[in-house]
């Protein structure tokens, strides 16, 4: 079998996310400051670029790793269940939180883009980029905007999100879980929450929880933009 | 991993999928599988100890499943290079807003409705994520 056919194999794609995200874990225990999901994406992204391996070819594994969020954001059930006591009795904090935060994080994005000069279709394909990437693309797609890049911008957001926003939010004097969790979930849904579960569980349960609320708010918002929008 | 909750996480992602498509719900199929488990797990119908392990092996490696769509951005670099200043600045900027809008307003609406409770990790004991 050719390099080239070998490539091709899912197994390929599948070892060298493993691979990159073990050795990246490596690095995090070493020195915490390095996220372990940039490290291994950028390792791997330099890999492909380095070696001209298409990114298709990768994808064939990667489908495979990506199809596990699935039953892994449907395990956030547990310690949601887990740390429910908490939650409810600040419930009202965290839906109210919640539902400010996905405000203005259609505003922030469309005021920014456009005071930028951005076109009215990357205004629109910005405007969900804070909810979880299924839901988003979906709302791009209905609202006239560029789906794939929505995914994408989607994707960058919760990274810089998990990458900054725990020390941005200590820094603005928001320090306790259920605010740090709400603003995590809200901001940079599974990407961000993923991070903070590994801080404290019971912020990673806000953050799955404000990830669901932020979804369902932000697809009822889009409802009257969609007919603006036309 | 315990294969038993494994299939139990499996078996809800499925249903949610079922109940999206088949309903034709506006919420992703995992949120939905989310929320009928947690719903599973307060009506006592699954039990914490028969998904509790296999829940913690997913849930401390989630970053790892994120991966293979961070490296699908690549495809987008030559776009997202002719329009850097917009799509980085207003990346940056909205995500720090939307943080710190929702980060105070918590903060706040807790501190109007006096709940603070003592001790900001009080729960947070049993630690799952190993």
């Known amino acids: 079998m050719s390099l080239s056919e070998l490539v091709h194999e899912p197994l390929f794609g599948v070892t060298l996310t493993v691979a990159a995200y073990a050795a990246a874990l490596k690095l995090h225990e070493r020195w915490p400051r390095i996220h372990p999901l940039f490290a291994a994406s950028a390792a791997i992204v330099v890999l492909l670029l380095a070696s001209g391996i298409p990114y298709e070819s990768y994808r064939i594994g990667g489908d495979y790793i990506t199809f596990m969020l699935g039953p892994a954001t449907v395990a956030l059930g547990v310690p949601l269940y887990k740390n429910a006591a908490r939650v409810r009795c600040h419930a009202a904090a965290i839906l109210a939180a919640v539902t400010t935060g996905s405000v203005s994080a259609i505003l922030l994005s469309a005021a920014l883009v456009w005071s930028l000069g ?15 990437s299924p839901i988003a693309l979906e709302i791009s ?54 991070r903070i579960m590994r801080d404290s569980e019971q912020a990673g349960s806000v953050g799955g929880f404000a990830m669901g609320v932020a979804a369902i708010v932000t697809s009822l918002l889009f409802i009257p933009l969609y007919a603006w929008l036309q | ?76 670099f030559p776009y997202i290079g002719e329009h850097a200043l917009q799509i980085i600045a207003s990346l940056l ?38």
């Open chain 1, 141 to 194: 797609r209905q609202a006239g905007g560029i789906p794939e890049l929505t995914a994408v911008l989607t994707v960058l957001t919760g990274l810089i999100g998990s990458m900054f926003g725990p020390a941005l939010l200590r820094a603005a004097g928001v320090r306790d879980d259920i605010a740090l969790g709400a603003a995590i979930g809200t901001a940079a849904h599974g990407i961000g929450t993923a």
């Open chain 1, 118 to 132: 951005g076109s009215m279709e990357l205004i629109i394909t910005m405007m969900p980029k804070s909810v979880t």
């Open chain 2, 93 to 130: 900027l909205s995500t720090f807003g939307v943080l710190l809008t929702t980060g105070w307003s918590a903060k706040a609406v807790d501190a109007a409705f006096g709940k603070r409770r003592p001790g900001k990790n009080a729960g947070a004991k049993e630690d799952i994520s190993g």
């Open chain 2, 1 to 76: 991993m315990d294969v038993t909750g494994f299939a139990l996480l499996l078996g809800f992602y499925l249903l949610g999928y079922a109940l999206q498509s088949g309903l034709q719900l506006p919420i992703p199929a995992n949120v939905l599988g989310m929320l009928l488990f947690t719903a599973a797990l307060f009506l006592k119908w699954v039990k914490l100890e028969w998904v509790e392990e296999a829940s913690a092996f997913l849930i401390r490696h989630m970053l790892l499943f994120f991966a293979p769509f961070v490296v699908g951005t690549m495809v987008f």
